[in-house]
Structure formats: structure tokens, C-alpha cells
């Protein structure tokens, strides 16, 4: 299941990147896989790899890092970043984004982001992570 949060931006779980029919359909030109396995080569998309855990014990360069590429791929097309379930670390992604790159308040950017993905459950140690920051 792929889901749209932001005009631009959506989320999904390992399976969303296997439907190039809807990819191309989303326009989507960029994805960013934030769990542990490799997505097949597409050849009509950007990709991206970083592991991200579900818990605190992640880098916060790591998600800067993220967040950048999806700054700068954010004006070739749409993007998907996806998990492993769509429910935890990439809305976290997306939760990140408005809070970093837009300036939200962190619960409002959830609340934002939670009205979209109706399964959200993002790890309260990402959470902690990201109010930390």
C-alpha cells in the first residue's frame, strides 16, 4: 500500500516498491528505502538506501542525510520512502521533514502526517530521537 502524505511525498512498505505500474502512475522519480534489504534495481527511479532501526539507536546524520536527498529529489518528481511496513519509520521520515525542513512543532507535523496514515505507529524511541535532535 502506497500513501500519499504530501502532494509530493508518499509512504509505503517493502511491497509499494515492487508495483512500477504505480510508481509511474504516482510519478514517482525517487525512492528511498530506510530498512535493512536492498530493493531490486528500477531503472526509471532514483533510489536510495540507508538502514534505519526501529528505536533510538540511530544516527542523526544519518537521518539529516535522508532528509537532504529528499530535499533535493523533492523538484525531479515525486518520492516514495518506504519501510518495511509503512508504518514506522517511514511516516517517521516524514514526520522529520516537517519538523526540519518546514519547522513544525513535532506533534503537529505527527498529527499531520497521522491524518494521512491512518496505521501509523511510529517507535517512541524514534520519536525520542527526533525530539532530542
Known amino acids: ?9 508518499y509512504v509505503g512498505g517493502c ?14 522519480k ?13 531503472d526509471t527511479v532514483n533510489q536510495f538506501h540507508f538502514t534505519l532501526i ?11 542525510q535522508i532528509l537532504e536527498i529528499v530535499n ?4 525531479m518528481g515525486n518520492i516514495l520512502v518506504h ?18 525542513k518546514e519547522g513544525l512543532d513535532v506533534d503537529k507535523a505527527l498529527q499531520i502526517v497521522a491524518e494521512k496514515q491512518p496505521f501509523i505507529s511510529i517507535h517512541p524511541g524514534l520519536m525520542k530521537l527526533l525530539r532530542k535532535r
Not at 519501510?83 to 516537517?98: D, E, H, K, Q, T
Open 30 to 42: 525517487t525512492v528511498v528505502n530506510v530498512h535493512q534489504h536492498y530493493d531490486p534495481k528500477i
Open 54 to 64: 526501529d528505536g533510538e539507536d540511530n544516527d542523526w546524520k544519518t537521518i539529516m
Open 1 to 9: 500500500m502506497i500513501i500519499q502524505i504530501f502532494p509530493w511525498f
Open 15 to 28: 511491497t509499494s516498491v515492487s508495483d512500477q505500474t504505480a510508481l509511474g502512475e504516482l510519478g514517482v
Open 83 to 100: 519501510c518495511c511496513a509503512g508504518m514506522s519509520r517511514s511516516p517517521f521520515i516524514a514526520v522529520s521533514y516537517l519538523v526540519v
Open 72 to 75: 533535493e529529489q523533492r523538484s
